[in-house]
């Protein structure tokens, strides 16, 4: 009996891809592996543990074994190549994070795993599966409510699909914290677009069948009111990790 309590009060393991910058702390200005600290409370506060995921080449298979959920976190740019474009003046890539999160959503999608992905993380999902980017917002709309000024989180009012997972989870409108100068250009084939900003935006992706995978162009981290998306993506890593440890 002890053992089926135990098994049912497990704590998924949720990874997340870090940043690899230079940073200063204390008395030290060296190379680390960062994250915002808001994507470990939110993980937190929705039940899961949180587990650091430093770019170190090709994503190993062990690395897959070891999760129960995975949450592609925002940053930098995605290498326009990868996507069969040039790179736009403003684009500022980072190749490492490229090469290890790609292979890992891969493994993550081979394995069936659970994947909430977060602003460059949606936009990563997009071009693995065949999408492309659109490099500059302000070219395209002719202003820069997205990304109103460097270092800060604007509020952008987000429309949900009715017949939507993100809609299920988020409701009908999302107040949702963006600061993104792109967004998805051509939309990959096996995703369905599931929340627009007013301008015509798209702000969800969503699969319609096989395992939960759902991106939003905003960054629901920064919002400590309401951790629905996260829970979500919880639920499903318990139910996950269930299945696989049987």
């Not at 170190?56 to 326009?80: K, S």
């Not at 493994?107 to 500059?136: E, F, W």
């Not at 949900?160 to 250009?185: F, L, N, Y």
Request: glycine share 8%; proline share 7%; net charge negative.
């Amino acid at each position: 009996m002890a053992s089926n309590d135990s098994e049912r009060q497990r704590r998924p393991v949720i990874g997340l891809p870090t940043y690899s910058e230079r940073t200063r702390f204390g008395v030290w200005d060296v190379d680390s592996a960062v994250l915002p600290r808001s994507y470990v409370d939110m993980t937190v506060r929705a039940g899961g543990i949180p587990v650091l995921l430093p770019p170190t080449g090709v994503a190993p298979a062990e690395v897959i074994d070891r999760l129960d959920g995975l949450v592609l976190t925002g940053g930098a740019d995605l290498e326009p190549a990868r996507y069969g474009a040039e790179p736009h003046a403003t684009t500022r890539t980072r190749a490492d994070r490229d090469e290890f999160e790609f292979t890992l959503f891969d493994l993550a999608r081979s394995a069936d795993m659970p994947v909430l992905a977060v602003c460059r993380g949606l936009q990563l999902v997009n071009v693995a599966l065949g999408g492309t980017l659109l490099q500059h917002l302000p070219d395209v709309l002719g202003h820069t409510d997205h990304a109103r000024s460097p270092g800060a989180f604007g509020v952008t009012t987000v429309r949900t699909r009715p017949d939507s997972r993100v809609a299920a989870i988020a409701g009908p409108e999302v107040k949702a914290h963006c600061h993104h100068h792109q967004a998805i250009d051509t939309l990959a084939p096996q995703l369905t677009a599931t929340a627009h900003a007013a301008d015509g935006t798209i702000e969800a992706v969503e699969t319609q069948t096989g395992p939960f995978l759902l991106g939003v162009q905003w960054h629901p981290e920064e919002n400590t009111i309401d951790d629905r998306l996260m829970r979500a993506l919880v639920e499903q890593a318990v139910e996950y990790g269930r299945e696989r440890n049987r």
